[in-house]
């Protein structure tokens, strides 16, 4: 039902009055084999256990710990492909454009006490059964409230700015960090962070502690969810990431918080349920 061409109705207007998901329609199967699918999550697994491994030692870890007989070219073809790469000091590979502008980082030794001080975004890496897409979410530091998140089969920065956008529900940080990915030193993800008047701060090259609570989310979603689920489809995820974000926000006690949920601190009015 949807017409990707429709001359005057968005695909955006178009999935809303359907009642679709706008990232539903994109994904497409990835054309992996299944060997390659197999070992993108044996490296996603051990990647969230020693985010120091680069390329060479996830390759040594398949070989001898797996026994895969797999070369370091594979292995940093399809690392790449999952948008990893090692925390350690390391020579320019990453991702970021070098014609966008880089950000300090502004948060070290600074004191985290209140919602909206601090939001925070990442993408991840999603297995799945018959291929894999990306998931990118905003999380308040203060309360690990998870203000947005969307999947999407491609890197590229759009559905970045469709979580931010959605993020900007809940109200306004006063500082807003990231790594220096390209989506995110991107000027469309830049530009609409100043023209909402937020302090940018970005990651140092390989530090790996910068982002940290959303390095902790990301180990959370895919231990309780992601790994036990398996899903198949990207319209099995979307369901799958819609109950357990509920669930993470609304009922996972956390110790950190004494026990409470993230919406009891980031606060009843501006915890709307994320879906």
């Known amino acids: 039902m949807i017409e990707p061409a429709h001359p005057t109705i968005s695909l955006r207007r178009q999935c809303e009055l359907l009642g679709v998901h706008r990232s539903n329609i994109y994904y497409q199967p990835v054309p992996e084999s299944p060997l390659n699918l197999t070992l993108m999550r044996l490296i996603d697994e051990q990647y969230l256990k020693t985010p120091?491994?680069?390329?060479?030692?996830?390759?040594?870890?398949?070989?001898?710990?797996?026994?895969?007989?797999?070369?370091?070219?594979?292995?940093?073809?399809?690392?790449?492909?999952?948008?990893?790469?090692?925390?350690?000091?390391?020579?320019?590979?990453?991702?970021?454009?070098?014609?966008?502008?880089?950000?300090?980082?502004?948060?070290?030794?600074?004191?985290?006490?209140?919602?909206?001080?601090?939001?925070?975004?990442?993408?991840?890496?999603?297995?799945?059964?018959?291929?894999?897409?990306?998931?990118?979410?905003?999380?308040?530091?203060?309360?690990?409230?998870?203000?947005?998140?969307?999947?999407?089969?491609?890197?590229?920065?759009?559905?970045?700015?469709?979580?931010?956008?959605?993020?900007?529900?809940?109200?306004?940080?006063e500082i807003f960090n990231t790594d220096q990915g390209a989506q995110f030193t991107a000027n469309a993800f830049t530009g609409r962070l100043t023209e909402a008047d937020v302090r940018i701060s970005m990651d140092g090259r390989g530090r790996y502690v910068d982002n940290i609570f959303v390095e902790r989310l990301w180990r959370t979603v895919k231990y309780e969810n992601i790994y036990l689920s398996d899903y198949d489809t990207g319209l099995d995820l979307f369901a799958g990431l819609v109950a357990y974000f509920d669930f993470y926000n609304h009922e996972r006690l956390h110790q950190s918080l004494k026990y409470k949920t993230p919406a009891q601190v980031y606060g009843k009015n501006n915890a709307i349920l994320v879906e």
């Open 52 to 173: 120091f491994y680069g390329y060479l030692k996830m390759t040594a870890y398949l070989r001898e710990i797996k026994h895969y007989k797999v070369n370091h070219k594979r292995v940093y073809r399809l690392m790449r492909r999952m948008g990893l790469r090692s925390v350690a000091p390391r020579p320019k590979t990453s991702g970021s454009n070098p014609e966008h502008k880089i950000y300090p980082y502004l948060l070290r030794d600074v004191e985290i006490t209140r919602p909206n001080q601090v939001w925070s975004t990442d993408i991840t890496y999603i297995p799945m059964q018959r291929g894999f897409m990306y998931l990118v979410a905003v999380i308040d530091w203060y309360s690990r409230f998870v203000l947005s998140w969307e999947i999407s089969n491609t890197l590229d920065v759009d559905f970045c700015l469709t979580a931010l956008e959605r993020a900007f529900e809940h109200g306004t940080p």
